[in-house]
């Protein structure tokens, strides 16, 4: 598997809490998204861990193609 499963072809919009620290599924295999939940396994792919620098809404890429891993960047309309 050398390209990520594209889990939606739309950001996820999720509440982040300042200073947690989250996993954000790369591979797009979790049941969890947009959070890992160990469906990695057995794959090249590892989770991106953020620290969450204050509490906002954010939109964590759906489609793992982003360019800046978490965040939404806008790929997903191209593909």
């Known amino acids: ?7 939606q ?3 996820y ?5 300042e200073g947690k620290t989250y996993h954000w599924c790369a591979c797009g ?7 890992c939940d160990g469906s ?5 792919f590892q989770p991106v861990a953020f620290t969450a620098e204050k509490s906002e809404r954010a939109y ?3 489609c793992k193609h982003t360019s800046n891993k978490p965040f939404c ?7």
């Open 1 to 7: 598997m050398s390209e990520p499963t594209i889990a």
């Open 9 to 11: 072809k739309n950001p």
């Open 13 to 17: 919009a999720v509440e982040l809490e």
């Open 29 to 35: 295999r979790s049941k969890n998204q947009p959070f």
């Open 40 to 44: 990695h396994q057995d794959t090249a």
């Open 60 to 62: 964590l890429c759906g």
């Open 73 to 79: 960047d806008g790929t997903h309309s191209r593909l």
